[in-house]
Nanobody, 125 residues
């Protein structure tokens, strides 16, 4: 059974950075695409970023493009989301996901079978 465990969330001031981690265990994890989604209070869960299982491509939401970077370390079975220049609008619970999305569009949440429990990110002065 594939399990995902996020870490790295917390409280940070606007303009600062955080790096989220997602440890993946169980199953053929090297063949799974990985993604990050986020959900702010009272809002739907939104796509943030995704990376193809082969590391051959990434996709980002327009709101984070140029500020966030998704990556993965196969040796550590861990995915990362580096978040720079954080804004109060980035405040949300961030979820790691793994699955088999199509390469041309890795945004739909339905493409991801496995989900972590979420980690809170709060951007406030």
């Amino acid at each position: 059974q594939v399990q995902l465990i996020e870490s790295g969330g917390g409280l940070v001031q606007p303009g600062n950075s955080l790096r989220l981690s997602c440890l993946v265990s169980g199953g053929a994890v090297s063949r799974l695409g990985m993604a990050w989604f986020r959900q702010a209070p009272g809002k739907e869960r939104d796509f943030v970023a995704a990376i193809h299982w082969s590391n051959s491509g990434t996709q980002y939401a327009d709101s984070v493009k140029g500020r966030f970077t998704i990556s993965r370390d196969y040796a550590k079975n861990t995915g990362y989301l580096q978040m720079n220049s954080l804004e109060p609008e980035d405040t949300a619970v961030y979820y790691c996901a793994a699955g088999t999305p199509i390469t041309s569009n890795m945004r739909p949440s339905a493409a991801y079978r496995y989900w972590g429990q979420g980690t809170q990110v709060t951007v406030s002065s």
